[in-house]
């Protein structure tokens, strides 16, 4: 299946009722997308990153009871896994999908990673986008805008990510269903392109470690 955007139907998969149920629509509605996606971008990533990226699409397979409410494709430079490393994400949730840089608690560079944010505070603060949102939980549909963002807050979050083992890190894009619904497969590719782009020298950052 090739890519041709996000519709109405793929935001009312995650309203299904119960476990199989919900993964047999999101198995066969919503992961053919997001393979897709990461086809085309792990090739783009690994260009734009100049490391070979591979793609991992969220199985979910630790669930037994609880069906999941969002889900995704990530991308790193690492074939068995993602979840240990600075990687970038592309997803949904019932309510909008997300494109994000992430540093989640399951990386041991968390420590280090934070020191470096700390060291860059200004940089950061001036080149992200005011429309871009940052995360401090993965597991959350809640962001907060970037122009919120005072200089304070983003040192809290890199102090805690530093110092809390749960913590975590993520800045991207929000794009609501409604507007989602609405946007072809170019305007897709763009916002993406575009939205890595900016997102580049944060992950770049785990070069100064």
Known sequence: MTFNGFNDSDFKVFRTQGLDERMEQIINQIRPKLEAL????????????????????????????????????????????????????????????????ALIYEAPIKDAYGQIILKNLNKIKKNIPNDFVWSDDHMKPDSFPHHEVKKDRLEEMATRLSTVKKAELLCGVRIDRDEAAAMSENDWYERIDETFKTLLPLYELRKKL
């Open 38 to 101: 990461g086809n085309k971008y792990a090739e783009e990533l690994s260009a734009l990153t100049g490391e070979e990226m591979f793609f991992h699409v969220a199985k979910h397979a630790r669930r037994t009871v609880n069906p999941p409410k969002d889900t995704w494709v990530a991308f790193a430079p690492n074939k068995r896994g993602y979840k240990m490393l600075p990687h970038f994400q592309i997803g949904l949730w019932e309510t909008h999908v997300f494109l994000w840089f």
